[in-house]
């Protein structure tokens, strides 16, 4: 059964780091290109980071660039997304997601992960 699973989330103070990782099962996450989202209460969906199936060309959005770092690793069906220098601004659900082509629109992603809390805060 085909399962994306993300792990890592959780309470951290500000200025501290976080690791957020999914696996994949039941498909074999080589195949695909890979977008990280997180939505804050009250806010619409935003894009974090695109990385591509082999992990050599990598996009993040302004809020988090210079602090955040994606990467894969396909032979453990695995991407990441390592966060520091966090801010109370991050506080959001983190999703991953994958699809076909790099960098999609949001109806484009066809597996997504079940969403994990990332709360920043003193």
């Known amino acids: 059964q085909l399962q994306f699973v993300e792990s890592g989330g959780g309470l951290v103070q500000p200025g501290e780091s976080l690791r957020l990782s999914c696996v994949a099962s039941?498909?074999?996450?080589?195949?695909?290109?890979i977008g990280w989202f997180r939505q804050a209460p009250g806010k619409e969906r935003e894009a974090v980071s695109c990385?591509?199936?082999?992990?050599?060309?990598?996009n993040y959005s302004d809020s988090v660039k210079g602090r955040f770092t994606v990467s894969r690793d396909n032979a453990k069906n695995t991407v990441y997304l390592q966060m520091t220098s966090l801010k109370p601004e991050d506080t959001a659900v983190y999703f991953c997601?994958?699809?076909?082509?790099?960098?999609?629109?949001?109806?484009?992603?066809?597996?997504w992960g079940q969403g994990i809390r990332v709360t920043v805060s003193s």
């Open positions: 990385i591509s199936s082999r992990g050599s060309t990598i």
């Open positions: 039941g498909f074999t996450l080589n195949y695909y290109n």
């Open positions: 997601a994958a699809s076909v082509r790099y960098c999609s629109g949001p109806g484009e992603y066809l597996y």
